[in-house]
């Protein structure tokens, strides 16, 4: 069964040379006989074989001879190995069209489509310290528990439900956030954003956050693009924040003094215990509908888990 590795490899070879074109039309009708039960009268399987236990011969003799008399065996081996792995190869390839990875929803691993694993990654949310791929399941993350009255949100009365945590500060986060976005800007999504301060020193943004929220809830859009396309650095100076305020059109110095009171300052820490109802382990995580996603994923994952 040579014929059928040849077929392959000179079926590809055959796109670019003439030569290897002709080989791959042998090897097709090789594999065409062999599979109806005949024998294949090409002789590419007899040419095969003694152009590689030829090689062979030069400089391990044993092997050739060995490679020459169990061929056949040698031959059904390689290219059971070699249908495996195209099997495998295609089931990665359909988990990474629906999750964004080889290996299934919110998996890591090695990924030949994904080989720096950047569409598994995700900021930790248990250790601020630390922005790593930790092994979890999908399965423990839920909205069942969770009262969103109080996030900045979206109704439009849609089908659809998305629901966005994450934080300003983690990378990962910055990087799926236009991807976010095109979820955001559809008709048919309503759309709700909860903000997790990972780190302690940026808990005062969520403060701000809430505020404009309450005093324009439409403004809070405007808000996310402004700060997820500023440096991270700046999102820890207060007075930065407050420019960042100003610039989408509300008055920073009321949104300084809403942000300091108790009421809202509360409303930050119930958000936080809701947050983390839904066994949150890293961000981003999206709900699409209830179905959860951990990190930043191609638009095609999110858009099939919508109506």
Known sequence: MICVIALVVFGILGIFSATHRKVALEAFDCVFRRVTLRKCETGLDKRLKS??????????PKLARFTFRHFEA????????????????????????????????????????????SNSKFS??????SC?????????????????KTFPKID???????????????????DSYPTIKKLLDRQDVNFA???LPVKEDTYFISNILNCINEVDSKKFIEFNDELFSTDTSALKNENELLKVVESIGLDKESIKQCSNTERI???????????????IYGTPTVFVNGGAVVGPKPYRVYKRLLK
């Open 156 to 174: 439009r009365n849609a089908e659809n439900d998305v629901v966005f945590i994450g934080c300003y500060v983690c990378p990962f986060t910055r």
């Open 74 to 117: 040698i031959s059904w081996f390689f290219t059971i190995i070699f249908i495996v792995s195209i099997i495998y190869t295609g089931i990665g390839g359909y988990n990474y069209y629906l999750y964004g990875n080889c290996n299934g929803p919110n998996e890591d691993g090695f990924c030949i489509f994904d080989p720096l694993g």
């Open 51 to 60: 152009q590689i236990t030829g090689k062979l011969m030069i400089k391990r």
């Open 265 to 279: 300052q509360s409303m930050t820490q119930l958000q936080i215990s809701e947050i983390q109802k839904t066994g």
């Open 193 to 195: 954003f909860a903000h």
């Open 132 to 148: 790593s791929v930790e092994p979890q399941t999908q399965e423990i993350l839920s909205l069942a528990n969770i009262n969103l």
């Open 124 to 129: 930790e949310t248990q250790n601020e310290a």
